[in-house]
């Protein structure tokens, strides 16, 4: 299984993307949290701003849609090049058309959780998807404290993930630090969101590859106790 770390740019220099990007070159994918101020109370960027990182970056995008009406909006990110675009559960009827969609264009398609979101409806469901997105701290905002309440939700998921021999990637987005990176490791994620501990940290690269470290060594089935 490996293991995938994916900067944040909520964390980075919002005046400097391109530069930025190249701080973290040897990271997996960059995440780019899309808000839109009515499904969170907060406000980032859109598809202009997604068509020029993709012309400007190192590595392949991973979208997070925070918005109502994915319906409307999510197709777009596919078709500007995306890899992978993951919308909210909750912010939608119809999960299964959406992803649908999105991969006819050409991204993987993920379906986000909010710490609250009860996991069970969506486990049927995981071979439309290419990612599950656990959100670890409420959506809205970089720089929060991880809520390992939201621990059982990754492992029912790794759990019907095996079950079923699915090839979906299991994401975790928020809080995520070389110390709860390893909680989240056992419970069965194996793609990890870092905003505010990759680009607050002096060298950048440095802390990816220690992420990535401390992830792979405690990750489920490894034989590692939970910290
Ligand atoms: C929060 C965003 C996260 C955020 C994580 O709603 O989805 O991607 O950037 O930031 P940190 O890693 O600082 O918690
Ligand atoms: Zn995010």
Request: hydrophobic share 45%.
């Amino acid at each position: 299984m490996a293991t995938r770390i994916n900067p944040s740019i909520l964390a980075a220099d919002f005046a400097n993307f391109e530069s930025e990007l190249g701080r973290i070159r040897s990271a997996d994918l960059v995440h780019v949290d899309i808000m839109d101020n009515h499904f969170v109370p907060n406000l980032t960027f859109g598809l202009g701003m997604v068509e020029r990182l993709q012309q400007v970056s190192p590595l392949p995008l991973d979208i997070h849609l925070m918005i109502d009406d994915p319906e409307r909006w999510a197709p777009g990110y596919a078709e500007a090049g995306a890899f992978s675009v993951t919308f909210h559960a909750e912010a939608t009827t119809d999960p299964v058309t959406v992803a649908r969609r999105l991969r006819s264009i050409g991204a993987r398609a993920g379906i986000a959780l909010k710490p609250g979101t009860d996991v069970a409806p969506y486990l049927d469901l995981l071979p439309e998807f290419d990612q599950v997105l656990v959100m670890t701290v409420e959506p809205g905002f970089g720089g929060q404290s991880f809520m390992q309440s939201t621990m059982p939700t990754l492992a029912q998921l790794r759990a019907a993930v095996e079950k079923n021999g699915l090839d979906v990637w299991l994401q975790v987005d928020g809080g995520i630090t070389e110390q709860t990176i390893e909680i989240a490791a056992a419970a069965g994620a194996d793609t990890f969101v870092a905003g505010s501990s990759v680009f607050g940290a002096e060298n950048p690269a440095a802390q990816i590859s220690l992420l990535r470290e401390r992830a792979a060594s405690h990750r489920h089935g490894a034989g590692n106790l939970e910290s």
